[in-house]
Nanobody
Framework: QVQVVESGGGLVQAGGSLRLSCVASGRTFSRYLMGWFRQAPGKEREFVACTSWNGGSTSYAEPVKGRFTISRDNAKNTVYLEMNSLKPEDTAVYYC??????????????????WGQGTQVTVSS
């Protein structure tokens, strides 16, 4: 069983920045694919970004490309999502997810086994 805990959400003005953190338990964190998803009220959960086991491969959804950066520190069992130039449409609950294994890319929620509880990000205009 892997536990996933997100932190770092909050309220920020449009154009501002936030950094989300996600800690996943387990001695084999370095073998996990890590992803970030988000879900706005009344909408389906959508892919934001993911990073392969060693951070060598990263992928982003089109709406966040050039503004968000995903990174990981395997020594700390932590993955980060740096969010810059935030827009009101980025407002959502952000979820961290992990899938053990060597996959480099998954962008569908059903491809991830373990999920955190989510952290709220609100961007005011």
């Amino acid at each position: 069983q892997v536990q996933v805990v997100e932190s770092g959400g909050g309220l920020v003005q449009a154009g501002g920045s936030l950094r989300l953190s996600c800690v996943a338990s387990g001695r084999t964190f370095s073998r996990y694919l890590m992803g970030w998803f988000r879900q706005a009220p009344g909408k389906e959960r959508e892919f934001v970004a993911c990073t392969s086991w060693n951070g060598g491969s990263t992928s982003y959804a089109e709406p966040v490309k050039g503004r968000f950066t995903i990174s990981r520190d395997n020594a700390k069992n932590t993955v980060y999502l740096e969010m810059n130039s935030l827009k009101p449409e980025d407002t959502a609950v952000y979820y961290c997810a992990t899938e053990p294994g060597w996959a480099a890319f998954h962008n569908r929620p059903e491809e991830y086994t373990y999920w955190g509880q989510g952290t709220q990000v609100t961007v005011s205009s």
